[in-house]
């Protein structure tokens, strides 16, 4: 006969061993970001069902980023890995190949319509990285080490194209933890819908503005595809890359340009060193706008904390130094 303090440990032992099951069925999926753009869209998705690790975060510059070992054991132990492909992150083979990482990688900009260089565009840094093709003279453009594509990596950009990359990270987090793919998918199509609501916005607030005074420098080329999706001419003496050197004779141009188009303002982005946007706006008279965030997001407590909030900064700073002009 089995005494009942007996059955009482049994149960209480089953219970425990069920809620050390159920612990251990709610561990956060590890998840690793190239960087904090990424990273929040992939938080704004996964929710609490995801842990997510950054390499390069808040302020950081991916054009300059060098791997840690911390990072190469980050990454090792991560399930998926959420990279914005188009070759920005010249830098991630290697450190994949050091981690030992198995898991599965989502190309965030799988899907958009990438802008090439120009022709002749960037052609002092033209370069040939492990993903160029041989025979074709701008197939890369490499900056100090590190090495673009063919194309504008900075599709996140335009807000049509951010709705591509949290489609490719809701389908890559359902692939990788489909016990919980039906959150993901909620989450997945409100953010979508959030970015829909602000892209109509963004296009009501720059039409406002005269097609003519749409026109401004900064400091690297990061603004290609917002400038195609909204209107707006961004100048830049830099190339796609915090790390390339703008000559005399481009920064002479853009002077000359500025003067002759009675460009308004001028902008640095939140990773770029202001010293040269600053010299442009002495010698021609062009305001120094308010900083642009880029590749990069700011700390928590800062004004582009997420990627939402970015846009609407940016936004608000071009709209704030345009309708003044």
């Keep these: 006969m089995i005494h009942r303090r007996h059955l009482l440990g049994l149960a209480a032992g089953a219970a425990a061993l069920l809620s050390l099951t159920g612990a251990q069925a709610q561990e956060p999926l590890p998840v690793v970001a190239s960087f ?7 938080g704004r998705i996964g929710g609490d069902h995801v842990a997510v690790s950054t390499l390069v975060g808040p302020g950081g510059d991916a054009h300059v980023f060098e791997p840690t070992p911390a990072d190469a054991r980050t990454l090792g132990k991560a399930k998926l890995l959420v990279t914005n492909g188009l070759g920005f992150e010249g830098w991630l083979p290697r450190l994949v190949s050091t981690s030992g990482f198995k898991g599965e990688t989502v190309e965030a900009a799988t899907g958009v319509t990438p802008i090439p260089f120009e022709e002749g565009e960037h052609d002092e840094h033209a370069a040939h990285d492990d993903h160029a093709h041989e025979g074709h003279a701008h197939e890369s453009h490499d900056h100090g080490g590190h090495d673009h594509g063919p194309s504008d990596p900075h599709a996140w950009q335009d807000l049509a194209n951010g709705r591509i990359y949290a489609r490719n990270i ?31 916005q963004v296009r009501q607030q720059l039409g406002a503005i005269p097609a003519a005074q749409r026109k401004v420098v900064t400091s690297h080329d990061a603004f290609g595809y917002f400038g195609k ?3 707006i001419q961004f100048i830049a003496p830099n190339g796609v890359s915090t790390e390339s050197e703008a000559s005399a004779a481009d920064v002479a141009r853009i ?7 009675k460009i308004p303002a001028v902008f640095v982005e939140n990773i770029s060193d202001p010293r040269l946007v600053e010299r442009i706006a002495a010698e021609t008279g062009a305001r120094i ?8 997001l700011s700390e928590p407590g800062g004004p ?17 130094a345009l309708k003044t002009s």
């Design 304 to 320: 582009a904390p997420t990627y939402l909030d970015m846009v609407r900064h940016n936004v608000s700073q071009l709209v704030e």
């Design 229 to 231: 999706a909204y209107g």
């Design 36 to 42: 904090s753009i990424l990273a929040d869209m992939t």
């Design 255 to 261: 002077i000359d340009q500025i003067r002759a188009e």
């Design 289 to 296: 706008g308010g900083s642009l965030f880029s590749d990069s």
């Design 170 to 200: 809701t389908d890559a987090l359902k692939a990788a933890d489909p016990a919980n793919a039906a959150d993901y998918e909620r989450n997945g199509e409100a953010y979508i819908a959030e970015m829909e609501a602000l892209d109509g």
